[in-house]
């Protein structure tokens, strides 16, 4: 699928990848698109995963409103939350992170 040439595009796209799901988000994460983001990652805890990999490597921007998604679902608040790993950023959105104080987050394996 060709991803749209549009500023606010975002995607959430789940594929398996071995044992747990990956997460590729595609576009552009902000204020309007996070809900969808915190609706897909509430849809795959319900389902029971144990484990969930966000890949951000085609994500092009990230606003606060993403990073909060970000940091509430990387809480060990409920235990059945899903562990959540955070892989591929770059750029600006590695950037967020860094300025935020939270480039913890970001796996760098």
């Not at 890949?55 to 940091?71: E, I, M, N, Y």
């Not at 509430?72 to 935020?100: H, I």
């Amino acid at each position: 699928m060709d991803v749209p040439n549009r500023p606010d595009y975002f995607e959430a796209r789940v594929v398996v990848r071995g044992e747990h799901p990956v997460v590729e988000l595609h576009g552009e994460l902000d204020m309007a698109s996070a809900p969808q983001l915190d609706g897909c990652l509430r849809e795959l805890a319900e389902a029971g995963a144990e484990a969930v990999t966000l890949d951000l490597s085609k994500l092009d921007f990230c606003d606060s409103s993403g990073v909060a998604v970000f940091v509430r679902w990387s809480k060990p608040a409920a235990e059945d939350s899903p562990a959540l790993q955070l892989r591929g950023a770059t750029g600006t959105v590695r950037r967020v992170f860094e300025v935020a104080g939270l480039s913890h987050l970001l796996d760098t394996a």
